[in-house]
Nanobody
Framework: QVQLVESGGGLVQPGGSLRLSCAAS????????MTWHRQAPGTERELIVG????????NYADSVKGRFTISRDNFKKMVYLQMNSLKPEDTAVYYC???????WGQGTQVTVSS
């Protein structure tokens, strides 16, 4: 059974940091590119970053470049999103995905507010 389970969301003040985790199971994780997306209320889901199966290639949306860092641990079948210098406009539900398989997690809420 395929599963992608995000965790680590929460409420943080502007300028703060959070680390999201995504636990994968049920598919060939180490050969799968992984992505993080987010969706704020009333907006379309946005692709913010991707990482190749081996972890050597990453691509960031301009909106998060320089503040967010994606990484993965293929042994643990985990993908991480380190989010620094958070802004109120980063408030959204964050999803991890294995797009080549069409798999999505259930999402984790991140709220940036004072």
């Amino acid at each position: 059974q395929v599963q992608l389970v995000e965790s680590g969301g929460g409420l943080v003040q502007p300028g703060g940091s959070l680390r999201l985790s995504c636990a994968a199971s049920g598919f060939s994780f180490s050969t799968s590119g992984m992505t993080w997306h987010r969706q704020a209320p009333g907006t379309e889901r946005e692709l913010i970053v991707g990482i190749s199966g081996g972890g050597g290639i990453t691509n960031y949306a301009d909106s998060v470049k320089g503040r967010f860092t994606i990484s993965r641990d293929n042994f643990k079948k985990m993908v991480y999103l380190q989010m620094n210098s958070l802004k109120p406009e980063d408030t959204a539900v964050y999803y991890c995905a294995a797009l080549s398989w069409g798999y999505w997690g259930q999402g984790t809420q991140v709220t940036v507010s004072s």
